[in-house]
Antibody, heavy 118, light 107 residues
Framework: QVQLVESGGGVVHPGGSLRLSCAAS????????LHWVRQAPGKGLEWVAV????????HYVESVKGRVIISRDNSKNTFYLHMNSLRPEDTAVYYCARGPFLTGIDYWGQGTLVAVSS | DIQMTQSPSSLSASVGDRVTITCRAS??????LGWYQQKPGSAPKRLIY???TLQSEAPSRFSGSGTGTEFTLTISSLQPEDFATYYC?????????FGQGTKIELK
């Protein structure tokens, strides 16, 4: 079955950096676009970034552009969210997800908490 | 960016009620829309894709309709396990965008 497992969350000071990882199994990793979605405490879902199956395409929500990079390693069935210049408003549970461009997000990980606080 | 306006933001209902949630897109998104259910402390689960296709594991009391800019999610007979928050997500153009969510509470 499809499994997505996030890691790398934690507490970081404003201006700091963090790298989230998502380990995937149960499907042909290199066939799928992959996403990060976040949810601030008590708030709704916010789509953050996507990377295409072959890494050629990445898109980001405006609020993270220039501070965040999505990447993947198809040899390790793992993808990443590299976050820099973190702000308190980046505090959220970050979910990794699988989602072809044509059909949308179908499977989600369980989430990892990122807390940006001094 | 495409804005998704979801309504209502919350509703109170009873077991057995028929419930309808609406998402309106700020521009034509064809049928590039999914509906998700989220329970507290858990990741979202997809119920509907391509606006009206039921996800294989989802109960048949859930249905979706619409195309273009207006979409609905209907629960034909609300069950106790359906009390949750529901979101729409458009994947027509990046950045993909969610509706604000609809929380269904017990009346």
């Amino acid at each position: 079955q499809v499994q997505l497992v996030e890691s790398g969350g934690g507490v970081v000071h404003p201006g700091g950096s963090l790298r989230l990882s998502c380990a995937a199994s149960g499907f042909i990793f290199s066939d799928y676009a992959l996403h990060w979605v976040r949810q601030a405490p008590g708030k709704g879902l916010e789509w953050v970034a996507v990377i295409s199956y072959n890494e050629n395409i990445q898109h980001y929500v405006e609020s993270v552009k220039g501070r965040v990079i999505i990447s993947r390693d198809n040899s390790k069935n793992t993808f990443y969210l590299h976050m820099n210049s973190l702000r308190p408003e980046d505090t959220a549970v970050y979910y990794c997800a699988r989602g072809p461009f044509l059909t949308g997000i179908d499977y989600w990980g369980q989430g990892t908490l990122v807390a940006v606080s001094s | 960016d495409i804005q998704m306006t979801q309504s209502p933001s919350s509703l109170s209902a009873s077991v057995g009620d028929r419930v309808t949630i609406t998402c309106r897109a700020s521009q034509d998104i064809r049928n590039d829309l999914g509906w998700y259910q989220q329970k507290p402390g858990s990741a979202p689960k997809r119920l509907i894709y391509a606006a009206s296709t039921l996800q294989s594991e989802a109960p048949s009391r859930f249905s979706g309709s619409g195309t273009g800019t207006e979409f609905t999610l209907t629960i034909s007979s609300l069950q106790p396990e359906d009390f949750a928050t529901y979101y729409c997500l458009q994947h027509s153009n990046p950045p993909w965008t969610f509706g604000q969510g609809t929380k269904i509470e017990l009346k």
